[in-house]
């Protein structure tokens, strides 16, 4: 039987903002840090220390984690590319790193300027780095159910990939379906090969909303025995190195839609559709979610309407 609580991470303060061309000034993503951390999750991803010309939005990130409030309940995660990352991450306190390789050779040329095995090689002396300095670090799979230059992943490239991982010592590794390519039959058979090969690890799923398949995925992943997810408040995100990767799928969907399956997910819907929509509201280009436009299904009507019948 699968289980019948999750954990989700909100990854909107780096998923999400990387994905806006226009600047947030640094108080309001501290503002926004500031009200997730007040809805109940248990891990936020707060930022990504990447050089200031590769994702410009981000090249505060040490400022934000100097002025955000911090809470003993919620740890913070942040996605490094490098040892320089690293030591910005371990210098602003961060709980946890997350280091990602993508699926196919295309990708990581256009993500990491590189090949997806010598992308790896360069994990080797930053993992040595987090093992010194006692830091978490976790490991992700992007475009791991398909890529936009190179199609279907072949689930035997994921597993390579998990090998790469577990040379490390990393068995906590993340699934990114970066631009919404996957379908929940492929989900299920992936999901299914990966924990069947690796039963030591534990698996996550972070699917974006490009073709509507996100919640299908989600539900498909969890049936499988996936228990954590990634996703972001109003729906905010996109990976700027995949084209038509538009936005993550948002929490308040996410949880709305577990919830009302007898799924726990131990956030406040109504505090993350709160901070969905002060998005909105500043970000209204950007944000976007099903809640957003329909409420929940708790939200009755206020009074019965009746229809008006019409003498021919």
Same mark, same amino acid.
């Given at each position: 039987?699968?289980?019948?609580?999750?954990?989700?991470?909100?990854?909107?303060?780096?998923?999400?903002?990387?994905?806006?061309?226009?600047?947030?000034?640094? $108080?309001?993503?501290?503002?926004?840090?500031?009200?997730?951390?007040?809805?109940?999750?248990?891990?936020?991803?707060v930022t990504s220390f990447v050089h200031p010309k590769a994702i410009p939005q981000l090249k505060d990130a040490d400022e934000v984690l100097k002025r955000m409030k911090r809470s003993e309940h919620v740890k913070l995660r942040a996605l490094v590319p490098n040892v320089r990352g690293l030591e910005r991450a371990i210098a602003a306190g961060v709980d946890k790193v997350k280091l990602m390789l993508s699926a196919s050779d295309s990708h990581s040329i256009s993500n990491a300027n590189c090949k997806t095995e010598e992308a790896f090689q360069k994990f080797v002396p930053l993992v040595d780095l987090a093992e010194k300095s006692s830091i978490k670090i976790s490991g992700s799979i992007s475009v791991a159910f398909g890529c936009p230059y190179e199609?279907?992943?072949?689930?035997?490239?994921?597993?390579?990939?998990? $090998?790469?991982?577990?040379?490390?010592?990393?068995? $906590?590794?993340s699934l990114a379906d970066t631009t919404g390519m996957a379908n929940p039959v492929r989900i299920k058979n992936n999901v299914r090969e990966l924990m069947r090969s690796f039963p030591d690890f534990t698996f996550s799923l972070h699917l974006h909303n490009t073709r509507g398949m996100a919640f299908a995925n989600a539900v498909a992943g969890w049936e499988e025995g996936i228990v954590h997810f990634d996703s972001s408040a109003g729906g905010l995100g996109g990976c700027p190195y995949a084209p038509g990767a538009s936005g993550n799928i948002a929490s308040e969907d996410l949880i709305h839609g577990f919830e009302e399956m007898g799924i726990h997910t131990g956030v406040s819907l109504d505090k993350v559709l709160e901070a969905a929509k002060d998005l909105q509201q500043s970000l209204p280009q950007y944000a976007d979610s099903f809640l957003l436009k329909a409420g929940k299904c708790s939200d009755l009507s206020v009074s019965l309407k009746t229809q008006q019948k019409v003498k021919l």
């Amino acid at each position: 039987m699968a289980n019948k609580e999750v954990t989700i991470t909100e990854v909107c303060p780096r998923d999400g903002f990387q994905s806006v061309s226009e600047w947030i000034p640094t $108080e309001e993503k501290v503002r926004i840090i500031n009200q997730l951390i007040d809805c109940g999750y248990k891990q936020i991803e707060v930022t990504s220390f990447v050089h200031p010309k590769a994702i410009p939005q981000l090249k505060d990130a040490d400022e934000v984690l100097k002025r955000m409030k911090r809470s003993e309940h919620v740890k913070l995660r942040a996605l490094v590319p490098n040892v320089r990352g690293l030591e910005r991450a371990i210098a602003a306190g961060v709980d946890k790193v997350k280091l990602m390789l993508s699926a196919s050779d295309s990708h990581s040329i256009s993500n990491a300027n590189c090949k997806t095995e010598e992308a790896f090689q360069k994990f080797v002396p930053l993992v040595d780095l987090a093992e010194k300095s006692s830091i978490k670090i976790s490991g992700s799979i992007s475009v791991a159910f398909g890529c936009p230059y190179e199609g279907e992943i072949p689930v035997e490239r994921l597993v390579m990939i998990c $090998e790469r991982y577990r040379s490390l010592g990393i068995k $906590e590794v993340s699934l990114a379906d970066t631009t919404g390519m996957a379908n929940p039959v492929r989900i299920k058979n992936n999901v299914r090969e990966l924990m069947r090969s690796f039963p030591d690890f534990t698996f996550s799923l972070h699917l974006h909303n490009t073709r509507g398949m996100a919640f299908a995925n989600a539900v498909a992943g969890w049936e499988e025995g996936i228990v954590h997810f990634d996703s972001s408040a109003g729906g905010l995100g996109g990976c700027p190195y995949a084209p038509g990767a538009s936005g993550n799928i948002a929490s308040e969907d996410l949880i709305h839609g577990f919830e009302e399956m007898g799924i726990h997910t131990g956030v406040s819907l109504d505090k993350v559709l709160e901070a969905a929509k002060d998005l909105q509201q500043s970000l209204p280009q950007y944000a976007d979610s099903f809640l957003l436009k329909a409420g929940k299904c708790s939200d009755l009507s206020v009074s019965l309407k009746t229809q008006q019948k019409v003498k021919l």
